[in-house]
């Protein structure tokens, strides 16, 4: 059936280093993806969306790249912090009800 | 408007109780979502809203739940003759339409 899920359910990173956290889906009806990222005991977060008409979307320190061909969603995060310790969601919203994978966890060392 | 709330943060009841969560999304959000979410997974979708109406529902949702939003506005969950696998986080969302979705900090229902 269709899917969303993660390569990696965990990530260790250190302080300053750039994270890099991958997804793949498998509806290729998908025309819009989300990154959210949930602390211990919160509701999920909106980081960043990209809709399939683009391959490279920026925010701060944040960057989403989508690869069509490959049906392949990562998330960049540039010099991580601690504060970005957490687990990640991407997410496809192919018909107004997002899907979410299992999520990767981010562990940042200082 | 500081966002979408969830009403109550936890609850805790005995098994075969019924329960009932309130949502209340943010100003003008038309679309209203609940997902349920256990320990380490993802949150699973359970069903949304398009103002009133009820738009899907999950395969999940089982015909012991089931959730209104009367006026297009506030949302309520009701689980009926609760089970011990009911016990998760469920979640409520809302947006303006095709976009984005706000999450609230979810409910925490633990059946005993």
């Known amino acids: 059936g269709e899917s969303v899920g993660l390569h990696l359910p965990t990530l260790s990173v250190q302080e300053g280093d750039n994270s890099i956290i991958n997804c793949a889906y498998s509806?290729?009806?998908?025309?819009?993806f989300i990154w959210y990222k949930q602390e211990s005991g919160k509701g999920p977060q909106f980081i960043i969306d990209?809709?399939?008409?683009?391959d490279k979307r920026q925010g701060q320190r944040v960057t989403v790249l989508l690869n069509k061909t490959v049906k392949h969603l990562s998330l960049q995060i540039a010099a991580t912090q601690p504060g970005d310790s957490a687990v990640y969601f991407c997410a496809e919203n192919p018909s107004g009800d997002m899907r979410f994978g299992a999520g990767t966890r981010l562990t940042v060392k200082p | 408007d500081t966002g979408v709330s969830q009403d109550p943060r936890h609850k805790i009841t005995k098994r075969g109780q019924n329960v009932t969560f309130r949502c209340d999304p943010i100003s003008e959000h038309n679309r209203l979502y609940w997902y349920r979410q256990t320990l380490g997974q993802g949150p699973e979708f359970l069903t949304y809203f398009q103002n009133e109406a009820q738009l899907e529902k999950s395969r999940l949702l089982s015909d012991r739940f089931s959730a209104e939003r009367p006026k297009g506005s506030f949302s309520t969950l009701e689980i009926q003759r609760t089970e011990q696998g009911d016990s998760a986080m469920y979640l409520c969302a809302s947006s303006p339409n095709d976009s984005e979705a706000f999450f609230g900090q979810g409910t925490r229902l633990t059946v005993v």
């Open positions: 990209i809709r399939s008409n683009m």
């Open positions: 509806n290729s009806a998908s025309d819009y």
